[in-house]
């Protein structure tokens, strides 16, 4: 697996952070992350795709493999994955994501020490840190 951070780095030392709403319309893809900031304190960022074409979310207890490679230890939540992630890497029947495939769309994966999504789409996330 191979990728990429973006946005703004998390607070260093460990706590819970968490994806608090998703809001899929004809506008896009909204994802608000309730974390904390470099300095400690709390924030909010919100992902806009534009365009998503997939996306999935899980508990971070069922990404085992995404953890054990150790790319996502890093102070972030957002990942460009370039390789091996959930579209072009984890095993899947015959026939599923076959348009996304067509497409060659990218994928991002948001990280929080709870839920986490896997996104494809053909552009990166807006990310904007919200006022509390």
């Given at each position: 697996?191979?990728?990429?951070?973006?946005?703004p780095?998390?607070?260093?030392?460990?706590?819970?952070?968490?994806?608090?709403?998703?809001?899929d319309?004809?506008?896009?893809?909204?994802?608000?992350?309730?974390?904390?900031?470099?300095?400690?304190?709390?924030?909010?960022?919100?992902?806009?795709?534009e365009?998503?074409?997939?996306?999935?979310?899980?508990?971070?207890?069922?990404?085992?493999?995404?953890?054990?490679?150790?790319?996502?230890?890093?102070?972030?939540?957002?990942?460009?994955?370039?390789?091996g992630?959930?579209?072009?890497?984890?095993p899947?029947?015959?026939?599923?994501?076959?348009?996304?495939?067509?497409?060659?769309?990218?994928?991002?994966?948001?990280?929080?020490?709870?839920?986490?999504?896997?996104?494809?789409?053909?552009?990166?996330?807006?990310?904007?840190?919200?006022?509390?």
């Open positions: 697996m191979e990728v990429e951070e973006l946005g780095l998390y607070f260093d030392e460990r706590f819970e952070s968490d994806i608090e709403s998703i809001n319309s004809a506008n896009g893809l909204f994802i608000i992350i309730e974390s904390k900031n470099e300095l400690g304190k709390d924030m909010r960022l919100k992902l806009s795709f365009l998503s074409m997939a996306y999935r979310y899980l508990d971070e207890a069922d990404l085992s493999y995404y953890w054990e490679t150790r790319l996502f230890s890093s102070r972030y939540h957002v990942y460009r994955i370039l390789n992630g959930w579209s072009n890497g984890e899947r029947h015959k026939g599923v994501m076959v348009f996304t495939d067509a497409c060659r769309n990218k994928e991002y994966f948001i990280a929080t020490s709870n839920g986490c999504m896997n996104v494809v789409s053909d552009n990166p996330p807006v990310i904007e840190i919200l006022n509390i």
